[in-house]
């Protein structure tokens, strides 16, 4: 199987190229039957690999397909590198985009750029794949800024409105922003250790001893390229706007695959993070700080995307947060599970908009569990499994997660569960505010309403099941469970194990997790109090709201503190430029020399009187000059 | 022979061409053109890939000046003329559904620049190097001035006296190397190397400015550009083809070949405020298309912006910025060819470049959308495009020398990115509106011109290994000798 | 001893530099254009017969040839500037240089 590991990538790059070229001529259930087809074949690909390399004893493989750039003693082959940690990616990536994929047959089954939307998603799961295979930085690189290419692509999917192209391009530019951090940190590798290989990298990085200056920096960098595309502060502004794609697009891009690439690039180089103790703390800081900051937005949101996708931004933090306290087995596990219930939700959040035909705010839904039942409890055990509720997939990781920052620092521990309660707050709001309580949107729409297609309710059902059952690879030795992630993934992160070590009793474990529980408990509590039996709906939109209320609703005008602080200023800067310094200064300086000369010589011509006599009188003084100078 | 074949079988076309009249002029002009390609790629095929100089031929022209016509094709050169061989066809297949008045007389000039860019390419003479450089000037300024847009005779008068003048500080520093040649007067290369090597410190130095102001004009860098962006704009589409996929390039080769083995210790020693200059202009231009209203005049910008990069890369002196440099002048010619032909389609079907009055073409045209997308992913370097391999290169080169110059250059990651989406955004997207809803389909030739590019980006940009290995024997030599003369 | 020597050389010299300045004052003061002509042939003249005295002091006959050189591009000056001025005098029914200012600025 891992001879045919070029297929993996291949397979959707060929479906991209099928659909692109010939979309319009074919059916739609050809295009998606083509389209899910491809990635089918990857994921079974995918699965074989996975396989062999549990069962196998060689746990890393190089295959090298041809030499790409070449510059003296820069040399980058295009080659993959299978080891657990990117076969874990390739299941996940081609796993969940398969779901997500046959349920976009359903939901896009109305939309006139049906093959368009499969070609897309089909370049994304190839930019995707790269980006976990590649061997080197510069293939993660090519994946990095490929499915940057596709999300914006998706983004601004339905290109005739002016807002979704706005948001696209936003995603775009503040992604280069950070793949910007990501391109010098790859020229400090290569700088530093002479190559960019992941294993020539690795194996030099070990013997430089912890502290090194220079590792610090390229840890640093790098993690600049993972606050772009994983959304951290202060970067994150572009995934809510993000949710103008479509629904199945939010799932996979933005909230199961793409957006965890920050994660599985820290997770790659946990040797260059384990040896700078420095970076680590900023990447846990960031983390926590992101994981705050998006849940206490989440908190006050309407629109059910939008919520969502703060609580990515939010969970994306908290991976960062295990990341910078090493827990790199608990950033995978979660990134995984989350894979699995943020998909869920969304595609939960899709049939939602589906059956109310386009509507997205909560306000105006209500009561939907009796019309859409399938779709109300796969929403509800995505709910239960991203709050952390026992024996759910989110409670598994998140306490993995939260048991390692416990250990390391409690007061991250403190705001780590903070942000738990907040999470399980907004997310039961969501719940309680769309499937309970009475209908409120229009007649319409109440007689629209209808379950979704089972293209659509399967993927629901199969994501349900592996929210539930997703968290029992890592059950910790405190339940007597067996952890198979971190087994299967111990090779990638047997350098860093130096710094993974927790010191907690048994006890102290079951107190965490007990904490945990009331917490949430009592969050979800507060929750039905306020949105279900006393029936709390959030204000309209031009009601004035209280101060913090305020602040938060407006996410606390982040945005509009960019665009006075960069955006403005840089237009400001480039009339500047071109007005004054290029148009005036410069050129000014390039046409006054020609005016100068001109000048002159307008001058000079004055000598020129037309008298004869004067010129030959000019003549032979000059001549007298000449002789005399030559003569003494 | 055949470096004298590929040099004078435009020439030859072009002067035949002016007694051609009629319709025919276009199709013969592009066969000739398509000729000299396969000339140039019949060259390719017997050209052994290491640093020697080959198909070399010597003939001495003006004995007792020690001016000769030495001409030959060493790695660097070959990309060159590879390059200008293939752009030239395609330029002219971008004006078969054009109009020119006078078409004999405006194919015949391109032929004749074809001839001089050529020449300029394979001159090992430094005489030879300059009267080429100087002839490739003439048919490019009757070009502009005869075919040109609005108020070209200002533009046209400005641009040409604006390149002489640099000229001139090349032709001082040539005469001035000239003179300390060892053994008797002689303008060949390698007699101008050993005389320039020769040279202390200081007269490098001198050396190094009097070569340097008169690349810095051609290609343009800040701040010797601002000829650059009106005669972009006012020239008629081929012209500014020409004038910044391939004329350009004679900058930044001049800087490789006639510039850094002439005066090592002068490079390194005003490194630090050339690649100044040119990272601070690839910022600065960076900017400045930001607010362009007219989108030919932005990709005149950007167009600044990507040059300097190149620049600042080769004089950054090492394997990586070279290397790149040399990728990146072909990406360079093939994308910014594309984007100006990309700006001629629109114009001639809405009669205006202005961004903010188009909008929503790919409703009506989504394939020359996507051809568009396309291209300007190669021009903010998208990976697997041919504009990243370069551009990475560049970065690391000058990374190299100057961590921080790169952080800045840097900037027109972010930068390119927001001016190409900003304005593909606003021309492409949306709604259509008056001017674009009857946007008539792509003709044939355009498609083809269109496919041959995109096929460029993506190819040299998954497969760049063919042009490096051609090119980097030559570099690593060239930097070989480098090092022997700085002491390194 | 030819008949040349009998005279001093100074005196040759002294009689060219009178005849020479007579011809540069001419050419400078005058406004008609025929006596300036003159006055350049006054010089020439002056320029031969220094040339003709030193040759033959010093017996070198060089001189000599120069001087049938100046003459006869003495008498191709007269005919073409003779011919100028019948044009001029013509056009503007004076020899006066002065009103031949038309090339000035």
């Known amino acids: 199987m891992i001879k045919l590991v070029w297929l993996v990538p291949l397979l959707p790059l060929m479906g991209f190229i099928i659909i692109g070229l010939f979309g319009k001529k074919l059916s739609k259930g050809l295009v998606g039957t083509i389209g899910s087809g491809v990635i089918f074949g990857a994921l079974a690909i995918a699965v074989g690999i996975f396989f062999e390399l549990k069962n196998g004893v060689q746990k890393e493989y190089t295959i090298e397909l041809f030499n790409w750039i070449s510059a003296g003693k820069l040399s980058i082959p295009f080659s993959f590198l299978i080891d657990p940690l990117s076969s874990l990616f390739l299941l996940i990536i081609t796993g969940v985009g398969f779901l997500i994929h046959v349920y976009s047959v359903g939901y896009m089954s109305h939309d006139e750029g049906f093959s368009r939307f499969f070609a897309y998603l089909n370049l994304f799961i190839f930019f995707m794949l790269l980006l976990v295979m590649g061997s080197n930085y510069l293939i993660m690189f090519v994946g990095w800024e490929g499915v940057g290419l596709c999300s914006y692509l998706l983004i601004g999917f339905w290109f005739k409105n002016t807002a979704y192209n706005n948001a696209a391009k936003k995603a775009f530019i503040m992604n280069r922003v950070g793949d910007l951090g990501f391109l010098l940190g790859i020229i400090l590798i290569f700088v530093t250790f002479g190559s960019i290989g992941y294993h020539d990298v690795f194996e030099q990085a070990k013997n430089m001893g912890s502290g090194n200056t220079t590792i610090t920096i390229i840890a640093l960098l790098l993690f600049v390229g993972a606050m772009g595309k994983s959304a951290q502060l202060p970067l994150y502004t572009w995934l809510p706007d993000a949710m103008a794609g479509p629904t199945p697009v939010s799932a996979l891009i933005h909230a199961a695959t793409m957006v965890t690439a920050g994660i599985y690039m820290i997770a790659r180089s946990n040797i260059l993070y384990t040896l700078s103790p420095e970076a680590m703390n900023v990447v846990a800081i960031i983390g926590i700080c992101t994981a705050l900051f998006a849940a206490t937005i989440g908190l006050a949101q309407n629109d059910i995307k939008k919520v969502l996708a703060y609580s990515t931004v939010s969970q994306l933090g908290y991976m960062f947060l295990a990341l910078g306290v090493g827990a790199y087995t608990g950033a995978v596990f979660h990134v995984m599970t989350h894979a699995f219930f943020k998909a869920l939700l969304f595609l939960g959040a899709g049939s939602v908009i589906h059956a109310m035909g386009g509507e997205q705010d909560i306000r105006k839904m209500g009561g939907l569990k009796k019309y859409i039942s399938k779709t109300h409890i796969t929403f509800l055990i995505g709910t239960l499994a991203i709050a952390g509720c026992f024996p759910f997939s989110g409670f598994f990781s998140k306490d993995e997660i939260l048991a390692n920052v416990f250990a390391h620092n409690k007061l991250l521990w403190f705001f780590g569960i903070l942000g738990a309660a907040m999470t399980t707050f907004y997310m039961f709001r969501l719940y309680f505010l769309t499937f309970h309580g009475k209908f409120r949107g229009t007649h319409e729409q109440e007689h629209h309403l209808h379950e979704s297609p089972p293209s659509m309710t399967i993927p629901l059902i199969v994501l349900a099941v592996l929210s539930i059952v997703g968290g029992l690879v890592g059950i910790p030795a405190v339940l007597h469970g067996t952890h198979y992630l971190e087994e299967f993934l111990s090779p990638v992160f047997e350098a860093s194990s130096f710094r993974l070590v927790h010191h907690l009793s048994h006890q102290t474990e079951y107190i965490l997790m007990g904490v945990a529980t009331v917490v949430m408990i009592a969050a979800i509590y507060y929750a039905y109090t306020i949105y279900s039996k006393k029936n709390t709906i959030p204000v309209d939109e031009d009601e004035e709201l209280k101060p913090l209320h305020k602040l938060v609703y407006n996410k606390y005008w982040v945005d509009e503190i960019y665009e006075t602080l960069i955006t403005k200023p840089l237009n400001l800067l480039s009339e500047a430029f071109h007005k004054v310094i290029d148009n005036q200064l410069v050129d000014g300086i390039v046409n006054g020399v020609g005016s100068a000369v001109s000048w002159m010589s307008g001058t000079i011509r004055l000598a020129q009187t037309g008298n004869i006599g004067f010129y030959i009188f000019v003549m032979v003084i000059s001549i007298v000059l000449i002789l005399f100078t030559q003569l003494f | ?488 | 001893m030819s008949a040349i020597q009998i005279v001093p050389i100074e005196w040759y010299l002294f009689l060219s530099i009178v005849l020479f300045t007579i011809g540069v004052a001419g050419v400078l003061l005058r406004r008609n254009a025929i006596i300036i002509f003159m006055s350049i042939e006054l010089m020439l003249n002056a320029v031969n017969l220094l040339l003709v005295a030193f040759s033959s002091y010093l017996s070198d006959s060089k001189g000599q040839v120069f001087v049938f050189f100046i003459m006869a591009v003495a008498a191709a000056e007269v005919a073409v500037g003779l011919a100028i001025l019948m044009m001029v005098y013509r056009n503007t029914k004076s020899s006066d240089i002065n009103i031949l200012n038309k090339l000035k600025w």
């Not at chain 2, 701040?223 to 083809?241: E, K, L, N, R, V």
């Open chain 2, 1 to 488: 022979m055949i470096t004298l074949l590929l040099i004078f079988f435009p020439l030859v076309a072009g002067l035949l061409l002016l007694f051609v009249k009629g319709p025919q002029v276009k199709t013969l002009a592009l066969g000739a053109a398509i000729l000299e390609f396969a000339i140039a790629v019949f060259a390719l095929g017997h050209f052994h890939q290491d640093a020697t100089t080959q198909f070399e031929w010597n003939y001495a022209w003006v004995q007792s000046l020690g001016i000769t016509f030495h001409v030959g094709i060493d790695g660097i050169s070959m990309l060159l003329v590879l390059l200008t061989t293939f752009l030239v066809p395609v330029i002219i297949l971008t004006s078969f559904k054009t109009e020119h008045k006078n078409p004999s007389a405006f194919y015949s000039l391109i032929l004749i620049m074809q001839m001089a860019l050529v020449g300029v390419f394979v001159s090992l003479d430094g005489f030879l190097f300059y009267v080429f450089w100087e002839l490739a000037l003439i048919p490019i300024y009757f070009i502009c001035l005869l075919w040109g847009g609005e108020d070209r005779a200002r533009i046209t008068f400005k641009f040409f006296v604006y390149t002489l003048a640099g000229s001139l500080f090349m032709l001082g520093g040539l005469i001035y190397l000239y003179l300390h040649t060892p053994g008797g007067h002689s303008f060949d290369i390698a007699a101008l190397y050993s005389a320039g090597q020769s040279l202390d410190v200081v007269h490098q130095g001198y050396v190094f400015w009097a070569m340097f102001i008169a690349f810095a004009v051609k290609m343009p860098v800040f701040p010797f550009h601002t000829w650059q962006p009106d005669t972009y704009t006012t020239a008629p589409t081929q012209g500014t083809m020409m004038l910044s996929g391939i004329m350009l390039k004679m900058g930044t080769f001049g800087v490789i070949r006639w510039l850094l083995p002439l005066a090592p210790l002068g490079v390194e020693k005003y490194a630090n405020l050339a690649i100044g200059l040119a990272v601070f202009g690839v910022v600065y231009a960076s900017c400045i298309a930001i607010v362009q209203k007219d989108f030919k005049r932005l990709i005149a910008y950007s167009s600044i912006a990507h040059v300097g990069l190149i620049a600042a890369g080769i004089l950054s002196m090492n394997t990586q910025g070279v290397q790149g440099a040399m990728i990146q002048m072909l990406s360079h010619g093939v994308n910014v060819v594309g984007l100006f032909f990309i700006v001629d389609l629109i114009q001639k079907r809405t009669n205006t470049r202005e961004i903010a009055a188009l909008g929503g073409i790919r409703n009506v045209n989504p394939q020359f959308a996507f051809l568009f997308l396309i291209v300007l992913l190669g021009s903010v370097a998208l990976p697997l495009t041919n504009g990243f391999v370069g551009e990475f290169l560049l970065l690391n080169g000058v990374y190299q020398f100057n961590p921080w110059m790169a952080g800045f250059a840097g900037l027109s990651v972010i930068l390119g990115a927001v001016y190409m989406l900003r304005s593909y955004q606003s021309i492409m997207l949306g709604e259509t509106n008056g001017i674009t809803s009857s946007f008539a389909p792509l003709e044939k030739s355009e498609k083809a011109v269109l496919l041959i590019i995109c096929a460029a980006i993506i190819v040299f940009g998954v497969f760049p290994k063919p042009l490096t290995d051609i090119v980097s024997p030559a570099v690593d030599q060239l930097l070989a000798g480098l090092r022997v003369a700085l002491g390194h």
